[in-house]
């Protein structure tokens, strides 16, 4: 209440800000009051704390972006461009009446003149009449839409790095652009950069964990000639599985990472055992069965991965009570564990073994629905059976045998 007050002390004209939609006319309130546009960037500053744009996700955080600017330069229209790094650019627009939850969205590797012009130069431009035009004259590039616009455009710059450019456009008709403006527009677009550098680094850490994931599950199936893309065909088909259950975000990555690393406790495993060619004895079996909780040691102290570690433990676990390492039963188990362990029994069902060819889908199919409710968890496996229809044809395709009439889904009950 404080900065209201002392704001509107200074300059009488300016209403409190109770609504975005209170900044919309702030120069003309303003005019060349310093101390007022000081107070109103601050203000900014405010609100874009409270707006939380580095813990934003992407589409949100660009139309705040977007929307802060329209508002705050008074603008006619407001673009966003970024660099895709691909020699395009995205770049997000918003006029006057269009739709406030949103900017418009779209690609193009043509710019205006204005917004390629201060990218090239990493420099602001301001473009009020048409002498200010005189730096674009004799570029490759023309205005396209801000021909006999006033233009006001700042580079979007993190340490050094071009991120892209914000413009705002006004009518002719309308007041020009000042210093006050392209202040006001460099507080909005360096704390943007702030924000989108570290959107940037967050999805490229991301990646970097998906990509160890990924590296980790094949050399986990490598071990095994039989079961080479295991691992990602159990994630594809435990994806699959919870999202017909409603699984979203963080739940269907936590089970997707599972899925991958579910036999990660397999490295601890002599090859000679995962490898032969023969049924395993009773004795190797045992060894083998230890592989739930071998895994589980392995990423339990990795604590990007302790949401991971019980649907590792309780893969081999049964919703009847006979699985393994524990003996669970029911609802006991974790739900990602029980649709992780009919995916698993699909796949292995499904491909070639020394000892035994794969069974057909049909067949395997047969096979889980006979032990619906007793090895299989009915929600996982009905789930699991409704998912592989609906999304059939973009399932992997691992080397399978297929009924001479070829797949046809069976009836879920
Ligand atoms: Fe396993």
Aim: aromatic residues 6%; hydrophobic residues 35%; proline residues 6%.
């Amino acid at each position: 209440m404080q900065a209201v007050n002392a704001t509107a002390t200074t300059c009488q004209r300016v209403k409190p800000p109770a609504t975005p939609l209170a900044v919309e006319h702030a120069d003309l309130c303003f005019g060349d009051d310093e101390f007022a546009w000081r107070r109103f960037r601050e203000r900014l500053l405010d609100r874009i704390e409270a707006s939380e744009w580095s813990s934003s996700k992407p589409p949100e955080m660009i139309t705040g972006v977007v929307d802060m600017a329209h508002h705050a330069l008074s603008a006619s229209s407001c673009t966003l461009y970024l660099c895709n790094g691909h020699g395009h650019r995205v770049y997000y627009k918003k006029r006057n009446g269009d739709n406030p939850a949103r900017a418009s969205h779209a690609r193009t590797s043509t710019l205006d003149g204005a917004a390629t012009w201060v990218m090239q130069h990493r420099r602001p431009i301001v473009i009020n009449e048409p002498g200010d035009r005189a730096p674009l004259q004799g570029q490759q590039f023309e205005p396209l839409d801000t021909h006999g616009a006033r233009v006001l455009c700042i580079p979007l710059l993190a340490d050094g790095h071009l991120l892209g450019a914000l413009e705002a456009t006004r009518r002719k008709s309308d007041e020009a652009f000042s210093d006050h403006h392209l202040e006001t527009a460099q507080v909005i677009g360096t704390t943007a950069s702030i924000a989108l550098e570290n959107m940037r680094l967050r999805q490229s850490i991301e990646e970097g964990y998906h990509s160890t994931i990924r590296a980790l599950a094949s050399a986990i199936d490598a071990k095994d000639p039989y079961t080479c893309g295991h691992s990602q065909s159990v994630a594809q088909y435990s994806m699959v599985c919870g999202m017909v259950l409603g699984l979203e975000g963080e739940q269907i990555r936590t089970l997707e990472t599972a899925a991958l690393l579910h036999d990660v406790g397999k490295i601890g495993i002599d090859d000679a055992i995962l490898r032969k060619p023969r049924k395993l004895s009773p004795a190797e079996q045992g060894i083998v069965r230890d592989h739930p909780v071998i895994g589980a040691a392995i990423v339990h102290d990795i604590g990007s991965l302790r949401e991971v570690v019980e649907l590792i433990l309780y893969h081999h676990e049964r919703y009847d009570g006979s699985g393994y390492p524990h003996g669970i039963s029911g609802e006991e188990i974790p739900l990602g564990a029980r649709i992780i362990g009919v995916a698993d029994a699909f796949d292995s069902m499904t491909t070639d073994r020394p000892y035994r060819r794969a069974l057909t889908i049909n067949e395997a199919m047969t096979e889980l629905l006979r032990c619906r409710g007793t090895q299989f968890c009915p929600q996982a496996l009905d789930a699991f059976a409704i998912g592989f229809t609906r999304y059939y044809n973009e399932l992997p395709r691992r080397p399978r045998v297929l009924d001479a009439t070829g797949y046809a889904p069976l009836p879920i009950r």
